[in-house]
T-cell receptor, first 113, second 113 residues
Framework: SQKIEQNSEALNIQEGKTATLTCNYT??????LQWYRQDPGRGPVFLLL?????KEKRKERLKVTFDTTLKQSLFHITASQPADSATYLC????????????FGTGTQLKVEL | DVKVTQSSRYLVKRTGEKVFLECVQD?????MFWYRQDPGLGLRLIYF???????EKGDIPEGYSVSREKKERFSLILESASTNQTSMYLC????????????FGPGTRLTVT
């Protein structure tokens, strides 16, 4: 079955380092992929969308790559700060119908001083 | 900024009760979604709507129904609440269906006893 995989283990990194989170998907090749941030007890917040014809996209300290051959997206936070600590979710349309997203279970990031 | 509001942050109901969860968005978005989020399972789509009075089943519609009588309002109904419906319920809206970013409400933590 089609699914999305994110590392379920929390990622702990030191302030100032680059955090790299992975999103892998199987079978279907989506036209785009999205990343969201979720803080405890709150709804997810949209961060970035990358399309299949875009290898890389940046927004301030965030960078997303999209490798449709590997069926993988990498999400990078450079110069990480304790305020970046949150759970990060990737989401994509696995149906091809273009009308709904499937979310990964998310990876928790903790940035330590 | 898009604002998505949900009627309650916390709700406690008894088994067998009929439960209404309300969601309102203020940005004239066509599309609205209801998810539930459980530890280890991530966000799962219950129902979505792409227009007034239109609805489509998501991945886990059993035990739920929805209503969209006005563009800005999308209601989730639990006809007869059961303990396995204890969860965090999140509403979202988007301008474009699949590839548009989704804006989430704060969530309703529902406990069914």
């Amino acid at each position: 079955s089609q699914k999305i995989e994110q590392n379920s283990e929390a990622l702990n990194i030191q302030e100032g380092k680059t955090a790299t989170l992975t999103c892998n998907y199987t079978n279907y090749s989506p036209a785009y992929l999205q990343w969201y941030r979720q803080d405890p007890g709150r709804g997810p917040v949209f961060l970035l969308l990358i399309r299949e014809n875009e290898k890389e996209k940046r927004k301030e300290r965030l960078k997303v790559t999209f490798d449709t051959t590997l069926k993988q997206s990498l999400f990078h936070i450079t110069a990480s700060q304790p305020a970046d600590s949150a759970t990060y979710l990737c989401a994509l349309d696995l149906t091809g119908g273009g009308n709904k997203l499937t979310f990964g279970t998310g990876t928790q990031l903790k940035v330590e001083l | 900024d898009v604002k998505v509001t949900q009627s309650s942050r916390y709700l406690v109901k008894r088994t067998g009760e009929k439960v209404f969860l309300e969601c309102v968005q203020d940005m004239d978005h066509e599309n609205m979604f209801w998810y539930r989020q459980d530890p280890g399972l991530g966000l799962r789509l219950i129902y979505f709507s792409y227009d007034v009075k239109m609805k489509e089943k998501g991945d886990i519609p059993e035990g739920y129904s929805v209503s969209r009588e006005k563009k800005e309002r999308f209601s989730l109904i639990l006809e007869s609440a059961s303990t396995n419906q204890t969860s965090m319920y999140l509403c979202a809206s988007s301008l474009f269906a699949g590839q548009g970013e989704q804006y989430f409400g704060p969530g309703t933590r529902l406990t069914v006893t």
